[in-house]
Antibody
Framework: EVQLVETGGGLVQPGKSLKLTCATSGFTFSNAWMDWVRQSPEKQLEWVAQIKDKSNNYATYYAESVKGRFTISRDDSKSSVYLQMNSLKEEDTAIYYC??????WGQGTLVTVSS | DIQMTQSPSSMSASLGDTVTITCLASQDIGNYLSWYQQKPGKSPKLMIYGATNLEDGVPSRFSGSRSGSDYSLTINSLGYDDEGIYHCHQYYEYPLTFGSGTKLEIK
């Protein structure tokens, strides 16, 4: 059974940092392209970042709204993907989902940025 | 960025009806289009990929089609289990983008 479990969400003040972790199982993680997608309170989905596999040199891509503030990374030995979020803004408030191949989704973790 | 204009934003239909949801791409995306179903409090579920391919385990009542830059999701023989929000998604070009969603209510 495929499982993706996100952790690390919570309430954080503007300007602060947070790191999300997604632990996976049930599929060949090392070959997978992994993404983070977020969903606003209005239910709009927004792609955040992608990291490709080793054969694609772990290439990374970002939405313009997070470029320079967020960093996606992965650890194939732990079948995990991460999202380091710095300089957080109130508009980053959302449920953050971890995805594998855009077919497998985690249950999401809520990030609230508020003073 | 590629804009995905999804319509309608919401709709209500009866049991047994056939409904169609559409997404218009602002530029060519080939068949790099997926559809997701999201139920309240749950994460989205992949239904259609490659514009017309049914994901494993998805009922054949669901189908996807393409006409130029218009992409459609059709659901036949509506049941209560089909209620939710449907999202289209293009993965042809970065940044990857989603439509604004269609909320489907079953009367």
């Amino acid at each position: 059974e495929v499982q993706l479990v996100e952790t690390g969400g919570g309430l954080v003040q503007p300007g602060k940092s947070l790191k999300l972790t997604c632990a996976t199982s049930g599929f060949t993680f090392s070959n997978a392209w992994m993404d983070w997608v977020r969903q606003s309170p209005e239910k709009q989905l927004e792609w955040v970042a992608q990291i490709k596999d080793k054969s694609n040199n772990y290439a990374t891509y970002y939405a313009e709204s997070v470029k320079g503030r967020f960093t996606i990374s992965r650890d194939d030995s732990k079948s995990s993907v991460y999202l380091q979020m710095n300089s957080l803004k109130e508009e980053d408030t959302a449920i953050y989902y971890c995805l594998g191949w855009f077919a497998y989704w985690g249950q999401g973790t809520l990030v609230t940025v508020s003073s | 960025d590629i804009q995905m204009t999804q319509s309608p934003s919401s709709m209500s239909a009866s049991l047994g009806d056939t409904v169609t949801i559409t997404c218009l791409a602002s530029q060519d995306i080939g068949n790099y289009l997926s559809w997701y179903q999201q139920k309240p409090g749950k994460s989205p579920k992949l239904m259609i990929y490659g514009a017309t391919n049914l994901e494993d385990g998805v009922p054949s009542r669901f189908s996807g089609s393409r006409s130029g830059s218009d992409y459609s999701l059709t659901i036949n023989s509506l049941g209560y289990d089909d209620e939710g929000i449907y999202h289209c998604h293009q993965y042809y070009e970065y940044p990857l983008t989603f439509g604004s969603g269609t909320k489907l209510e079953i009367k």
